[in-house]
């Protein structure tokens, strides 16, 4: 798992920053919907931070979807990373 942890890390970045796009916001926008500082949907989408549940709950929120769907293709974008 310690190996894997950057790839998931990234690849929920990479997730979070295409829902984003999808919508046309900014990450403060995403930020403000989520009550979450900017800095902290940067990290997120660099894959420098490991979001808690409830920080996952609350970017899916600011999504406009659910945890699970924000998590749905994890791995499949994870193992595309070498």
Do not use: C, F, H
């Not at 190996?3 to 990479?14: R, T």
């Not at 420098?48 to 699970?68: F, H």
């Amino acid at each position: 798992m310690n190996e894997s942890k950057p790839k998931i890390l990234s690849a929920l970045g990479y997730l979070v920053r295409q829902y984003r796009t999808e919508l046309g916001i900014s990450q403060e926008e995403l930020g403000l919907r989520a009550n979450l500082d900017r800095t902290y949907i940067s990290g997120v989408e660099r894959g420098v931070r490991n979001p808690s549940l409830t920080a996952l709950v609350s970017l899916a929120g600011g999504l406009g979807i659910s945890v699970s769907l924000l998590l749905e293709n994890l791995e499949i974008e994870a193992d595309k990373l070498t």
